[in-house]
Nanobody, 128 residues
Framework: QVQLVESGGGSVQAGGSLRLSCAASGYTYSSYCMGWFRQAPGKEREGVAAIDSDGSTSYADSVKGRFTISKDNAKNTLYLQMNSLQPGDTAMYYC??????????????????????WGKGTLVTISP
């Protein structure tokens, strides 16, 4: 049974940093496409970062240069380092995993095709 458990959310002031973690279990973690998504109140869920099994990454334009996605295959853990946070980054952040068979693992592809497995989310609140 696939399980994804996010942690690391919280409240910080604009300009601050947070690091989100996602502990994964129940599948061959290293071979999956992984992604971070977020959903702000009243808005659609959007992908913010993706990392493929080979370590290649992609980002939404809104977070490029500020967020970094990474993974530790030995620990089965996905990370999202978020710097220079802005009030517009306030959202529930979700970790997701997908076999991504016969498709690319990018933010755009993950948004389009969806992801098979999801965590329950961790809340990030940025104050002005």
């Amino acid at each position: 049974q696939v399980q994804l458990v996010e942690s690391g959310g919280g409240s910080v002031q604009a300009g601050g940093s947070l690091r989100l973690s996602c502990a994964a279990s129940g599948y061959t973690y290293s071979s999956y496409c992984m992604g971070w998504f977020r959903q702000a109140p009243g808005k659609e869920r959007e992908g913010v970062a993706a990392i493929d099994s080979d370590g290649s990454t992609s980002y939404a334009d809104s977070v490029k240069g500020r967020f970094t996605i990474s993974k530790d295959n030995a620990k089965n853990t996905l990370y999202l380092q978020m710097n220079s946070l802005q009030p517009g980054d306030t959202a529930m952040y979700y970790c997701a995993a997908d076999p991504a068979l016969r498709r690319f693992c990018t933010v755009v592809a993950n948004n389009y095709y969806g992801m098979e497995h999801w965590g329950k989310g961790t809340l990030v609140t940025i104050s002005p």
